[in-house]
């Protein structure tokens, strides 16, 4: 493997874990504003599960296998300290994504940095809506 597809394959590990996280919480999550934060849990783990398809297709082109083992997944209980994990989760899959993006611009893969900088921005805007959540 190369070591774009080793990153693309530890991006993939990221996506499941968000998709499977964000989704548990979308279940778990209750209280007062219990109904408007599962809805954001629930179309963020939607998004997630975009990007796993469109890394997923990315790695496929470049001949390697897309991983299904999720990175581990957060089982905190409180509304709180499920945001506070996505926050976390969100900050270093868009340190990961950048170290991609920069990777791939030195290797001349025009392709997998336009994609990455394409996720990268929605990656951004998931923790832009998980802080304002916090406040």
């Known amino acids: 493997m190369t070591e774009i597809t080793e990153l693309l394959n ?3 590990a990221g996506e499941l ?4 996280q964000y989704m548990w919480q979308h279940v778990m999550v209750n209280g007062l504003t219990g109904p408007q934060v599962a809805d954001v849990l629930r179309n ?3 998004d997630e599960m ?3 398809e469109k890394i ?3 790695l496929d082109y470049l001949g390697a296998v897309p991983t ?3 990175d581990p997944i957060a089982h905190s209980r409180t509304t709180k300290a499920m945001i506070k994990d ?3 989760a969100e900050e270093t899959t868009i340190k990961l994504y950048k170290r991609i993006i920069d990777v791939a611009v030195k290797a001349k893969d025009h392709a997998t940095a336009e994609l990455f900088e394409d996720i990268e921005a929605d990656e951004e805007e998931h923790h832009h809506v998980f802080l304002a959540l916090l406040e």
Do not use: G
């Open 44 to 46: 963020t783990s939607i």
């Open 50 to 52: 975009k990007h796993y």
């Open 10 to 12: 530890k991006a993939e």
């Open 17 to 20: 874990q968000a998709v499977l």
């Open 56 to 58: 997923a297709e990315r």
């Open 86 to 88: 996505d926050v976390k």
């Open 68 to 70: 299904t083992e999720p």
